[in-house]
């Protein structure tokens, strides 16, 4: 019968390993070797039944199709906009993608999004020479007025969102803020005052500084009850 040989998110090696014998399947990050399921990665592990993978805790983002991200505009012509979403290669994002709204030839499109603005887009495609494909046709897809921008590790996103949205549904809440998360890391952060937008980008700062910590969500919620209670001095 197989054994685990780590406990659930605790920090592993590359080559260590994790459980042995046939009844564990390696995922994300995990591989077989014989009848052991081993690390490819820095990471923390997760075992979900039967299943053994890692959450690499460091790492650059790559794109997949359908993934949200958040990116700013870095260069347009007469049919598109150029995204950089902390790719390797900038997203591309045509004007029968960007709007609604009919756009006569030759418009000027920076009347719709111009150089320097954040915008909340999903990976439409990804060629096979890694070209990038954006869209901002779908739910919570917008240009992104005020607020500030956080960048964190992309390989913590998952730590930050939590299981079913957890985390970042408690940072929320405690802090009044409207929290878009990208897969690319970048995430925008906007509050009704500057003092809850500070406190909020703390604590997301602290998420992605503790991520390997056990028990990190009653961490984050003690951090975020103590800065409450001092603004209330």
Not at 75 to 90: F, K, P, T
Request: net charge positive; hydrophobic share 40%.
């Amino acid at each position: 019968m197989g054994k685990i040989l780590v406990k659930e998110k605790q920090v592993v090696v590359p080559g260590e390993v994790l459980a042995e014998g046939m009844d564990f399947l390696p995922a994300n990050y995990a591989f077989r070797e014989g009848e052991k399921v081993v690390s490819m990665r820095l990471g923390m592990a997760q075992v979900n039944g039967r299943l053994i993978k890692i959450m690499p805790l460091t790492g650059k983002y790559i794109p997949q199709k359908e993934d949200l991200v958040i990116g700013k505009v870095v260069d347009m012509n007469y049919s598109n906009w150029r995204v950089d979403i902390g790719y390797a290669q900038e997203g591309m994002l045509n004007v029968r993608d960007g709007t609604t709204e009919f756009v006569e030839r030759g418009a000027e499109l920076s009347e719709y999004y111009d150089i320097g603005d954040y915008l909340a887009v999903k990976v439409s495609n990804v060629t096979k020479s890694k070209m990038i494909d954006l869209t901002m046709k779908g739910p919570g897809l917008r240009k992104l007025v005020g607020g500030r921008i956080v960048k964190i590790t992309p390989a913590k996103v998952p730590r930050l969102v939590g299981k079913k949205g957890s985390m970042i549904s408690m940072i929320k809440d405690k802090t009044n803020c409207q929290i878009l998360v990208g897969q690319n890391g970048c995430v925008w952060v906007s509050g009704k005052n500057p003092d809850d937008e500070f406190r909020a980008t703390q604590a997301i700062l602290l998420v992605e500084n503790m991520a390997h910590v056990p028990g990190l969500t009653d961490k984050i919620n003690a951090f975020l009850e103590k800065e409450a209670k001092g603004d209330e001095k």
